[in-house]
């Protein structure tokens, strides 16, 4: 049985306890939020870490979801108390604090495994599997996607941009990561995008990025679409692969709001037995029982934090950014 | 008035597309064409019903109003030159040439024999895009932010693979349709260039690929893909899609998308496009510049430069890796 805390209890840490409730080995023994209001676990929420650790006499993971500048502070405190941990991506806001939680977690030896998702969902897993077998040949182009409405947090904490890193760092990083699972190591890294700076709750971002191996890719992200997407699309010598999920619906809700059959939004599901967070979950926990190496490191996830704050300083310099 | 019109060199692919709207105009008459290829001379001149030439100058010493130069784009200087300096209105195919300095001299030498020189930017007679235009002009997307677009296709071999003929592949063939709908849209000049290019696609010593950043001088940023990265069984030939970014909203323009999705044991899965006709609107505006008398095309040969630099940026800011400053700014 595996006893999990989860830190925040925000959009993030209700999904994954969504996820958790479906798996007969895991029981969600509480949730630490700092905010009282925003508590869907009746009883078990708990003002803080220190307050979980001495009401609960077993915790075996931890699971960080919360904004992103508190992730290497939850992740000393669990540390410190030998806890496994699971973290939200990005790892952190800078690479010196990615590098920090990766260093500590070593030293306290813990596991740690951040929550790149994207390599969990099928339709990307799928992509890749196509890539690798040779099905459009040698990839000349790679085009992603990721789309979506202003993001909603506490406090409007995506708003500031030094703590969310703006749509770079906390959407296209999905992105990022998994074009370097594709593809590998990246050289260099160009792009254009708005900061945040001019535009209140609207962000958007262009970023071309050139991998070792040659790979041309066009990375769009965005805060500033009225409903989300994401799509990727991979040239090939001999072929194309392309996803659209604005397009590519199994599934759409559009219920009436009146009887003429007017209004209402259009709600698409893309329905699995298990959907990728809690493929994402299992995994972790899986690695955990079975002492193996996870599908996605935490020095991935450090990695990408430096390829999207590459191109955030690209667009802060108007320059190309190398990576070393 | 009645417009006598010849075409010079059936090399390019749209070429027949221009021919057969010229037909469907009333009051234009295609007088004859210059060919020197001799598969291509007869068959063409045969299926036009009209004279074959297989010099230019016998061409331009017929009774003439305008020419069409759809020659290789290497050539695209002599022969809009030549017709030119032979008072004939010209339509030249894009890229308006291979060089800036050729270019220049291109416009230089039409506004010297006070004939018109129009850029053929066809996409700017799209209904699509036109529509988009409106939009934004209504003030529908608030300011304009920024700008992801397309251009991508399948790799048009023959000599378009050949530099010396062609002057560059996908980069120079694809960036001038997009910077040049960019450029209308926004009312902007192109101040610097980053771009990616390489040759991935195809087996000749051309570019093949590259991703374009653009920035205007507005302040809009703007991305193009331009590769020749559709391949052999891609449903549709080319593509010209933006999605383009607003203060109050987002819109997106996939220019072709008026299809039949058509499905054959023959040849598996096509599209089958039924919007307007952007090459006859393309032609119609030119002949109507010529008949009012116009002193200015409606897209002018400086319109078809600013859309040359910004390609020919692309290539050495990619060869540099780094980003280039237009020098018309
Ligand atoms: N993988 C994904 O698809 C995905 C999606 C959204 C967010 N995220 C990531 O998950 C993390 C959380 O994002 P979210 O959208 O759930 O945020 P949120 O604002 O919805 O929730 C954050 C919660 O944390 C609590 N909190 C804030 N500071 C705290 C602190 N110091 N101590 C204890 N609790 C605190 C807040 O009260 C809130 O309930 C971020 O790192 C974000 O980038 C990942």
């Given at each position: 049985m595996f006893h999990v805390l989860i830190i925040g209890a925000g959009t993030m840490g209700k999904i994954h306890n969504q996820a958790f409730a479906?798996?007969?080995?895991?029981?969600?023994v509480g949730v630490v939020d700092s905010n009282h209001d925003n508590k869907w676990m009746d009883g078990q929420v708990f003002s803080s870490f220190e307050q979980a650790l001495e009401t609960m006499n077993q915790i075996d993971v931890v699971d960080i979801c919360v904004p992103t500048p508190f992730h290497l502070e939850y992740v000393k405190k669990a540390a410190d108390a030998k806890l496994n941990i699971i973290c939200e991506k990005?790892?952190?806001?800078?690479v010196e604090e990615g590098q920090a939680i990766i260093n500590y977690c070593k030293e306290k030896n813990v596991k740690l495994f951040v929550a790149h998702v994207l390599r969990f969902f099928p339709e990307y897993v799928q992509a890749k599997a196509l890539i690798d077998s040779g099905t459009i040949g040698k990839i000349g182009v790679a085009r992603t996607s990721r789309a979506g409405s202003f993001p909603q947090g506490l406090n409007d904490w995506y708003s500031d941009y030094q703590s969310s890193g703006g749509v770079i760092l906390d959407m296209v990083i999905h992105d990022i990561d998994f074009l370097r699972w594709c593809f590998g190591e990246v050289e260099r890294v160009y792009a254009k995008g708005t900061l945040g700076e001019g535009y209140e709750k609207l962000d958007y971002a262009l970023i071309t990025m050139r991998f070792k191996n040659g790979v041309i890719a066009h990375l769009e992200g965005s805060w500033a679409h009225s409903s989300f997407s994401m799509k990727f699309e991979f040239s090939g010598l001999t072929g194309v692969i392309a996803y659209d999920s604005a397009k590519d619906k199994p599934i759409e809700l559009h219920a009436h709001t009146n009887d003429a059959g007017l209004g209402g939004v259009a709600v698409p599901e893309s329905p699995l037995q298990t959907n990728p967070y809690y493929r994402e979950l299992r995994h972790f926990l899986d690695c955990l029982k079975k002492e193996i190496d996870p599908l996605v490191s935490a020095e991935d996830a450090l990695i990408a934090v430096k390829i999207a704050l590459s191109a955030i300083e690209s667009i802060r310099t108007s320059q190309p950014k190398w990576l070393d | 008035m009645r417009i006598k019109v010849g075409i010079v060199s059936f090399a390019h692919i749209h070429v027949v597309s221009y021919a057969e709207a010229l037909k469907r105009i009333?009051?234009?008459?295609?007088?004859g064409i210059m060919e020197e290829d001799r598969i291509r001379g007869p068959k063409y001149s045969e299926w036009f019903e009209t004279k074959l030439f297989t010099n230019i100058n016998d061409l331009l010493m017929q009774d003439l109003d305008a020419v069409i130069v759809t020659s290789e784009n290497v050539h695209h200087k002599e022969h809009v030159i030549a017709s030119a300096s032979a008072g004939k209105h010209v339509l030249c195919?894009?890229?308006?040439?291979?060089?800036i300095q050729d270019a220049q001299e291109m416009i230089d030498i039409c506004k010297a024999n006070q004939v018109l020189l129009q850029t053929a930017f066809p996409v700017r007679f799209n209904s699509s895009i036109i529509r988009a235009k409106e939009m934004i002009e209504n003030g529908q997307l608030g300011k304009i932010i920024a700008v992801k677009g397309t251009n991508r296709g399948q790799c048009p071999g023959n000599w378009f693979v050949d530099v010396n003929k062609s002057g560059g592949g996908a980069v120079l063939d694809h960036t001038v349709h997009v910077t040049d709908i960019l450029r209308w849209i926004l009312g902007a000049e192109v101040k610097t260039v980053y771009a990616e290019v390489d040759n991935v696609f195809t087996n000749n010593l051309i570019d093949d690929s590259g991703i374009l950043t653009m920035q205007f001088a507005n302040g809009v940023f703007a991305s193009l893909?331009?590769?020749?990265?559709?391949?052999?069984?891609?449903?549709?030939w080319g593509d010209i899609t933006l999605e383009i970014i607003g203060s109050k909203g987002t819109l997106s323009v996939d220019a072709f998308n008026q299809k039949l999705n058509v499905y054959t044991n023959k040849s598996g899965y096509n599209h089958s496009f039924w919007g307007d006709d952007m090459d006859e609107q393309l032609l119609r505006d030119f002949i109507n510049s010529i008949q009012a008398g116009?002193?200015?095309?409606?897209?002018t040969g400086e319109d078809g430069l600013r859309a040359l630099e910004v390609a020919l940026a692309a290539y050495e800011s990619s060869n540099d890796k780094a980003v280039i400053t237009l020098k018309f700014h």
């Open positions: 479906l798996m007969k080995d895991v029981k969600v990005p790892l952190a806001r800078s | 009333e009051g234009v008459e295609l007088v195919e894009k890229p308006i040439s291979v060089s893909d331009c590769s020749w990265s559709r391949n052999a069984t891609y449903p549709i116009k002193e200015e095309a409606s897209i």
